[in-house]
């Protein structure tokens, strides 16, 4: 593999990590919410609602802010890519801006004892529009790669090709090319954000930015789409 390859596929690992961990630890530190898968939020918000736990409202919001992002993600990628080639490494600074500022939210305000104060809910849209960030250009730049927040389909994608590989194909090159791309994606996913917030409480949130940070280095050293 040569190293622009190497880079590449780099690139939607780390943002698989970030999404994973992102959510994993939003879920554990701000009351059941999913920063980054945020239609499980219909779930959760049952629960809550049920079971008279807090966080609703941070799960009532998380959806409409989602969208609202991409939306805007949407438009102001539009308006950037007429004047600059670098427009996913400029909106990949926007989600590292968004990450720190969640960082400091968590680690100043929290522990979130109380999912629906302002606190936790101004962190949790924080990271729900970083995550947005994300999942727009992920869409947008990198298509063709594995989602980077949700591996409900990559799972099954990966079974599908487990049972191609089993079977003689004349394909079987190709489907295990992409059987290693899509189970490194999931690994990836599975990160380490529960354990780190065992240990270190909100401050697990410091990590985030530091990923971000490593998948702008990755993208700026490819070439310019």
């Known amino acids: 593999m040569t190293a622009d390859l190497q880079k590449r596929s780099l690139l939607p690992l780390l943002l698989s990590f970030t999404g994973g961990y992102v959510d994993t ?21 049952g629960a809550s609602l049920a079971l008279g736990t807090s966080g ?26 007429k004047r600059w080639a670098r427009v996913f490494e400029i909106l ?13 939210l968590a680690i100043k305000h929290g522990p979130f004892h ?11 849209m924080v990271l729900v529009a970083a995550m947005a960030i994300q999942n727009a250009i992920h869409r947008v730049y990198l ?9 409900t389909g990559t799972t099954t994608q990966i079974m599908i090709d487990l049972a191609d590989v089993i079977l003689p194909r004349d394909v079987k ?3 295990s090319a992409r059987l290693g791309k899509m189970s490194l994606s999931v690994l990836a996913f599975c990160g380490a954000a529960a354990i780190l ?4 409480g909100v401050w697990c949130f410091a990590l985030p930015p530091v990923l971000a940070g490593l998948s702008l280095v990755v993208r700026a050293a490819e070439p310019p789409d």
């Open 197 to 200: 917030f065992m240990r270190f």
């Open 56 to 81: 609703a409202i941070a799960k009532l919001l998380a959806l409409p802010v989602f969208c609202a992002v991409v939306v805007l993600v949407r438009l102001f990628g539009t308006l950037l890519s």
């Open 25 to 45: 630890a939003g879920f554990l530190a701000l009351q059941g919410l999913f920063t980054a898968h945020v239609t499980g939020n219909f779930v959760t918000l």
């Open 143 to 151: 298509g063709s790669a594995p989602p980077s927040t949700i591996m």
């Open 92 to 104: 990949l600074g926007l989600k590292i801006l968004l990450l720190t500022t969640a960082a400091a």
């Open 173 to 175: 090159d190709q489907t």
């Open 114 to 124: 109380d999912g629906d104060s302002w606190q936790a809910v101004l962190t949790g």
